[in-house]
């Protein structure tokens, strides 16, 4: 079954997003960088790429040769726009490599930091993961030609589907924050999360109090509430109720409480028997 976006989770992300200041801050200097060097000539490819791969840790590891070959690609664009992110990402393999590999996440930030956000999403672990969760078993259109043109595909499903106002930037700020919110959320200090988000997680100022929902246990830890919706907020209450022997019976009912509050808010009553959304594998939590 598909579990569609609400316009107060992406509300909620916004607002999130403009109190991490490192993202907010990062996403503003790539946004000098495109206006300062528009052109594809060799000297932005080199800036761009390492940029890219250094702030949003892309894990390209021949920098200099993804630049190149950057550099190359824009010279001699695909007929189809399509095609465009699938022509970076596959990097020519160096002598001697035998493992071919594709650079998704790269060739999607490059894009749609330096060519267009309105058209280019990222395409990241997490955004992938929650598209995925969002469509639900069955719900994803497959191109195993182009994985990156189904990734586009399946997220425009994704927007259709939630009925909401919001550009691709807002709904992979959203697909960022709550990817990590999950897997935080199920591993607790194991998962591999971005250190400003998991300072964001932990939050429980009043300030935060709107975006996230405080909830007592072995560890006072705080939940994106207004992102993850009423689902994980009974999940948490059951970790903490689990994990905790002397967690108070009064905090458990008070963090269902909130779920049953914010049901209408958030999800349709029926999406509360959704499953969890499988672990993420992430390599990094950086963006």
Same mark, same amino acid.
């Given at each position: 079954m598909a579990i569609p976006i609400a316009q107060a989770q992406i509300d909620a992300a916004n607002r999130l997003h403009v109190r991490c200041a490192q993202w907010s801050s990062t996403d503003r200097a790539f946004e000098r960088l495109a206006t300062g060097s528009p052109g594809w000539d060799r000297e932005s490819c080199i800036l761009k790429s390492a940029v890219i791969n250094d702030l949003y840790s892309t894990r390209v590891f021949a920098i200099w040769r993804m630049a190149e070959h950057l550099t190359h690609v824009m010279a001699n664009r695909p007929a189809d726009e399509h095609d465009l992110a699938e022509a970076i990402a596959s990097l020519p393999n160096a002598e001697g490599d035998a493992v071919e590999r594709r650079h998704w996440s790269f060739a999607s930030k490059v894009l749609h930091f330096f060519v267009d956000g309105d058209r280019y999403p990222i395409c990241d672990s997490?955004? $992938?993961?929650?598209?995925?969760?969002?469509?639900?078993?069955?719900?994803?259109?497959? #191109?195993?030609?182009?994985?990156?043109?189904a990734f586009m595909a399946n997220l425009e499903r994704v927007r259709e589907l939630s009925n909401i106002d919001? !550009?691709? $930037?807002?709904? =992979?700020?959203?697909?960022?924050?709550?990817?990590?919110?999950?897997?935080?959320?199920?591993?607790? #200090?194991?998962?591999?999360?971005?250190?400003?988000?998991?300072?964001?997680?932990? =939050?429980?100022?009043?300030?935060?109090g709107r975006d996230t929902v405080p909830c007592p246990g072995k560890r006072r830890q705080s939940l994106c509430g207004a992102l993850a919706g009423p689902r994980s907020l009974a999940r948490r209450a059951e970790l903490n109720e689990g994990r905790s022997p002397g967690h108070p019976p009064a905090a458990h009912q008070r963090c269902l409480g909130l779920a049953a509050r914010s049901q209408a808010l958030y999800l349709q009553p029926d999406l509360l028997a959704q499953t969890?959304?499988? !672990?993420?594998?992430? !390599? !990094?939590?950086?963006?």
């Open positions: 997490f955004c $992938r993961i929650m598209v995925a969760y969002h469509l639900g078993l069955g719900g994803r259109v497959p #191109d195993a030609g182009n994985p990156y043109r919001a !550009s691709l $930037r807002d709904l =992979d700020r959203y697909m960022w924050l709550v990817g990590q919110y999950r897997d935080w959320l199920k591993k607790g #200090d194991e998962a591999i999360t971005n250190g400003e988000l998991r300072g964001l997680f932990e =939050d429980a100022t009043v300030e935060v969890e959304c499988s !672990s993420l594998h992430a !390599s !990094s939590a950086t963006r």
